[in-house]
T-cell receptor
Framework: EAQVTQNPRYLITVTGKKLTVTCSQN?????MSWYRQDPGLGLRQIYY???????DKGDVPEGYKVSRKEKRNFPLILESPSPNQTSLYFC?????????????FGPGTRLTVT | AQSVSQHNHHVILSEAASLELGCNYS??????LFWYVQYPGQHLQLLLK??????LVKGIKGFEAEFIKSKFSFNLRKPSVQWSDTAEYFC????????FGAGTTVTVRA
């Protein structure tokens, strides 16, 4: 089954404790991205990757890191989480950027930073 | 800069009522337009998309949307909603980047 998986689905952590949210897709998509969803703000892009070893900042990259060492994986790293990073995070993948490419979303990771 | 505006934050209606959700974007070039839906506790999934041709696009579950270029709009419609249409709906525009609107929560009362 074609899908995007994320882990963990729920995470409660404390300020400053480094964490990683994993994302994996099995559709051989080149383009992957991370979004955060906050009430009233919709989805905002954090980082995206056009292909292996190619990543770039989205609209809200501060406080986040990503890497793309393999085509299928695109982990999101919070080196020193803060309470304002409490949010619902979605990973997405698509065949490419731009055009009419549909984004395939993961199930989401609800992060709470206390 | 590109932006997407969804007119309604929360819509409440009864089953069998008609639904229309507004979406306007600000970008003068060629765009590709999407509506995504997020059912409670689930991930976003594509309802429909427009990239060229007939400006009236039909999607899944009886939804349709009309692209009106002169108004920079891509409104979503459904003639008769069901309780199962309760969800959050996001308009998205893809030109040089993909941008999402803030979302509209739709609550359908049985």
């Amino acid at each position: 089954e074609a899908q995007v998986t994320q882990n963990p689905r729920y995470l409660i952590t404390v300020t400053g404790k480094k964490l990683t949210v994993t994302c994996s897709q099995n559709m051989n998509h080149e383009y992957m991205s991370w979004y955060r969803q906050d009430p009233g703000l919709g989805l905002r892009q954090i980082y995206y990757s056009m292909n292996v070893e190619v990543t770039d900042k989205g609209d809200v990259p501060e406080g986040y890191k990503v890497s793309r060492k393999e085509k299928r994986n695109f982990p999101l790293i919070l080196e020193s989480p803060s309470p304002n990073q409490t949010s619902l995070y979605f990973c997405a993948s698509s065949l490419g950027q731009g055009g009419s490419y549909e984004q395939y979303f993961g199930p989401g990771t609800r992060l709470t930073v206390t | 800069a590109q932006s997407v505006s969804q007119h309604n934050h929360h819509v409440i209606l009864s089953e069998a009522a008609s639904l229309e959700l507004g979406c306007n974007y600000s970008y003068g070039g060629t765009v590709n337009l999407f509506w995504y839906v997020q059912y409670p506790g689930q991930h976003l999934q594509l309802l429909l998309k427009y990239f060229s041709g007939d400006p009236l696009v039909k999607g899944i579950k009886g939804f349709e949307a009309e692209f009106i270029k002169s108004k920079f709009s891509f409104n979503l419609r459904k003639p008769s909603v069901q309780w199962s249409d309760t969800a959050e709906y996001f308009c998205a525009v893809n030109s040089y980047k993909l941008s999402f609107g803030a979302g509209t929560t739709v609550t359908v009362r049985a």
